[in-house]
């Protein structure tokens, strides 16, 4: 039996969630895990639709799109075959309900994103991860 069976790696562009990727890659490929991979894009919550709010929300999925890029180009590299998932919405309950679905064993994520003044107000995307999450999470720094 696998130590664990299907990964789910959580990548938002940042340095460390490049070295979770890394890391979750060597664990699928050394124990034969299936990998998915997520990138969550948050939508700006507006009451009224200004062309700068809609250009920004849109610059955001391209981000995505560019993150969940290199990471198939990462996964073929390595000789992993992972799902790719673009998600949107809150990106802690994403990850953790699209770990739920998919029946992760294991979330694997950085230890810092790249929005430092979510973190501040609101707590970051791993902890939030850390307390909502019904499997384990390993958190790269």
């Known amino acids: 039996m696998l130590l664990f069976e299907r990964i789910l790696v959580a990548l938002d562009g940042s340095k460390q969630s490049g070295k979770a990727l890394g890391l979750a890659l060597k664990l699928s490929k050394s124990s034969g895990a299936q990998l998915s991979v997520i990138n969550v894009v948050e939508p700006i919550a507006w009451t009224v639709a200004t062309t700068d709010a809609i250009i920004l929300e849109e610059k955001m ?51 810092k994103g790249l929005s430092q003044i979510d973190k501040l107000l609101l707590g970051s995307v791993s902890d939030r991860v850390t307390q909502q999450a019904h499997c384990a999470v390993l958190i790269v720094k």
Do not use: H, N
């Open 61 to 111: 999925f391209e981000f995505q799109k560019t993150v969940l890029d290199k990471a198939r180009k990462e996964c073929a590299k390595a000789g992993v075959k992972a799902k790719i998932i673009a998600g949107k919405g809150r990106p802690a309950d994403v990850i953790v309900k699209t770990a739920e679905k998919s029946k992760a064993d294991l979330i694997v994520l950085g230890s």
